[in-house]
């Protein structure tokens, strides 16, 4: 495994809350939230931190369990139609971070889509082949 990256900050942002939630370290989280400014290196390494210590705590429980609760599988999906999900296409304009910090792309959606950490709406990414290429912004 790598070291810790933006993108898995922002792939994880609501997942990270809750588990901090889990296990009383909404405090963390929301001192990491609220840090005023552009993310920092330093600002990456206490999230890494947190999600460390999160992962630690949910060690001995199930992961069912931590995420979504005992009674979860208490409430199945039968008879839920999903035909319209699967004939769903996402929209084609693709967005990207408005801060630079990732290369993690989302497609739009009802309104562009937020970058939960910067809390901006994300920037429209060019199609392939009029991006730009590494380091030449």
């Known amino acids: 495994m790598g070291p ?4 898995e900050v922002c792939d994880g942002f609501h997942d990270i809350r809750i ?4 296990h009383s370290l909404q405090d ?3 001192a990491l939230v609220t840090e005023p400014g552009m ?3 330093a600002l990456l390494r206490r999230w890494q931190r947190l ?9 001995g429980q199930d992961d069912w369990t931590v995420r979504h609760g005992d009674d979860a599988l208490a409430e199945a999906d039968e008879g839920m ?7 769903w296409e996402p929209a084609s304009t693709r ?3 408005p801060g630079d910090l990732c290369r993690r792309v989302r497609t739009e959606e ?11 709406d994300m920037k429209p990414v060019p199609p392939a082949a009029q991006a730009v290429p590494d380091g030449e912004r």
Request: charged share 30%; net charge neutral.
């Open 4 to 7: 810790f990256t933006w993108a």
């Open 19 to 22: 588990r901090a939630h889990r």
């Open 28 to 30: 963390d989280w929301r």
């Open 39 to 41: 993310p920092t290196p």
């Open 51 to 59: 999600v460390d210590e999160i992962k630690r705590l949910d060690a």
């Open 81 to 87: 139609d999903s035909t319209w999900f699967d004939s």
């Open 95 to 97: 967005f990207g971070c």
């Open 110 to 120: 009802l309104e562009p889509p937020q970058c939960l950490l910067l809390k901006r």
